[in-house]
């Protein structure tokens, strides 16, 4: 994927493993019956974590570095326990723990959101809103969450339908799209270190590029032909061939055809890509999407640094 003279970005890409063609986001989490989720953490290996809940929609979304890496069905407080609303923190932890409220019922991988009694955990999944007020997560994905999540991490519940984002939708990230030659936007500053991720979204023809879950800058980009489903590269070692790119499996609802090039086709102004090419060092993430980043509002949230230390219990 190194940079062509000629201004194209990204050009020549290594295959790790051909996915089949998928969907975008948005219909692929739609699309999960009960009980069912999809788990790609691959998409971001690092960065600051964020869970978001809707019990419009009964799903779950993960975030790391910004970019949707799990999403989950849940089954949230039925009408008369309702699930609270707002924006919690992981307040304890225990892979096997008992409900002190209901029967000794089981909770497994429960991580207490409040101190009254609401907590994601594995559970039972009917289809709608079932609980006594916490968060069932299918059992597999509970243990599977449990692994990435630390003491303190954030986790929104809403009852909006909120939806997965590629990026977060900030409002400056669409200033200046008329096309691949005007004005971009760079502000490094907003966030010094960290992770960084790449997203290019065909629909809106834009790139952004965030770093530590921050967006720092972004420009308007021009794609040669179209783009179906979701591709998703991460640079391994800048001194290997084609700068040690490699194309990551993802779920199959998710991916682009494995055969989807992308060599000569993005184009955006020099200037920009001069500005984002030393941040490219082994582990920068590219996400290349058909979808849309624009979505209605984006939800306010702080987000916890991913820093792999084991938490106290």
């Not at 971001?44 to 019990?55: F, Q, Y």
């Not at 009917?126 to 449990?146: D, T, V």
């Not at 991490?153 to 009852?159: H, L, S």
């Not at 999407?289 to 509002?297: E, F, V």
Request: net charge neutral.
């Amino acid at each position: 994927m190194a940079m062509l003279i000629g201004g194209a970005f990204f050009p020549v890409l290594s295959i790790a493993q051909a996915p089949t063609a998928g969907e975008s986001v948005l219909g692929a989490a739609e699309a999960l019956k009960p009980g069912e989720y999809l788990w790609a953490p691959q998409i971001a290996p690092h960065g600051p974590l964020l869970l978001i809940v809707s019990t419009a929609t009964q799903r779950a979304t993960l975030y790391r570095n910004g970019l949707p890496i799990a999403i989950s069905t849940v089954s949230t407080g039925r009408p008369d326990h309702r699930t609270p609303t707002g924006v919690f923190t992981i307040l304890q932890r225990k892979v096997e723990h008992y409900s002190n409220l209901y029967d000794n019922a089981p909770m497994p991988y429960m991580q207490r959101l409040t101190w009254g009694g609401v907590a994601l955990h594995g559970g039972t999944l009917p289809g709608y809103p079932a609980s006594h007020g916490c968060i069932r997560l299918p059992h597999e994905f509970a243990r599977l969450l449990y692994g990435l999540t630390r003491l303190g991490m954030t986790v929104i519940i809403t009852d909006a339908p909120a939806v997965p984002r590629v990026a977060p939708a900030e409002r400056m990230a669409w200033d200046s799209v008329d096309g691949a030659d005007a004005a971009f936007i760079w502000h490094p500053e907003r966030a010094a270190s960290g992770p960084v991720s790449v997203v290019i979204s065909a629909a809106d023809r834009r790139v952004v590029v965030l770093r530590n879950g921050t967006v720092i800058g972004s420009a308007p980009i021009r794609i040669d032909g179209a783009v179906t489903g979701t591709s998703v590269f991460v640079r391994q070692d800048t001194m290997a061939s084609q700068g040690g790119w490699v194309r990551i499996h993802l779920p199959e609802r998710l991916a682009a055809p494995a055969e989807e090039s992308f060599a000569g086709r993005l184009h955006v102004a020099s200037e920009f890509r001069a500005a984002v090419e030393p941040l490219l060092a082994p582990g920068t993430n590219v996400v290349i999407t058909g979808d849309s980043l624009r979505r209605d509002a984006a939800i306010p949230f702080r987000i916890e640094a991913d820093t792999g230390e084991t938490p106290p219990e």
